[in-house]
Nanobody, 123 residues
Framework: QVQLVESGGGLVQAGGSLRLSCAAS????????MGWFRQAPGKEREFVAA????????YYADSVKGRFTISRDNAKNTLWLQMNSLKPEDTAVYYC????????????????WGQGTQVTVSS
């Protein structure tokens, strides 16, 4: 079992920045890849970013590449998502997740999920 708790969401103007955090407990955090996903109202949950177990490789959706940065600190059991140059279309509930097996880009590949944190970007 693993517990994931996101924080750092909020309301920001377009062009602004937010830093999301995901605190993990239970499962051996450092052994598994981690990902960030988001879900806007009426839309399916979509991949945002992922990082390998040791932070050596990162992956991003095309829509956030160059603006978002995923990182982790295994000693602190923490995952982050730095979001810069935010756009109204980034508005969604953001979830962190711990990967089990399968594609990094696919939600069913992730076994554990946080409760989500709301990010709202105003124009």
């Amino acid at each position: 079992q693993v517990q994931l708790v996101e924080s750092g969401g909020g309301l920001v103007q377009a062009g602004g920045s937010l830093r999301l955090s995901c605190a993990a407990s239970g499962r051996t955090f450092g052994s598994y890849p981690m990902g960030w996903f988001r879900q806007a109202p009426g839309k399916e949950r979509e991949f945002v970013a992922a990082v390998t177990w040791n932070g050596g490789n990162t992956y991003y959706a095309d829509s956030v590449k160059g603006r978002f940065t995923i990182s982790r600190d295994n000693a602190k059991n923490t995952l982050w998502l730095q979001m810069n140059s935010l756009k109204p279309e980034d508005t969604a509930v953001y979830y962190c997740a711990s990967k089990a097996s399968g594609s990094l880009y696919s939600p069913p590949s992730y076994a554990y999920w946080g409760q989500g944190t709301q990010v709202t970007v105003s124009s």
